[in-house]
């Protein structure tokens, strides 16, 4: 059984710069140096995030970083850019 990532646990090991839109390594790990830029860019544009093994996307992470909840429905980029991860160009989708 997986537990989801709580926000503790994605604060200790991540900053995330709304203004900016990126993830910051608070901790090293493995390939992970702290004060780097965390996450990687997939084949679909998305930013992907590895925390405990288990891979996230970046706009999710965000949205729960700073709103405190999963979003239930689709998160979507205002401007259609996925690796844009401001926090200012997130919505939920809810359709």
Request: with cysteine; hydrophobic share 30%; proline share 1%.
């Amino acid at each position: 059984m997986t537990l989801l990532l709580t926000q503790k646990r994605l604060r200790e090991v991540v900053r995330y710069d709304r203004r900016e839109g990126l993830f910051y390594w608070k901790v090293s790990t493995g390939k992970a140096k702290r004060g780097a830029v965390a996450g990687h860019t997939d084949s679909n544009g998305y930013t992907k995030i590895s925390i405990d093994g288990v891979k996230y996307f970046a706009h999710r992470l965000a949205w729960f970083y700073c709103y405190k909840e999963w979003p239930e429905s689709n998160i979507d980029h205002i401007d259609r850019c996925r690796s844009n991860n401001r926090l200012s160009n997130l919505y939920r989708d809810w359709e």
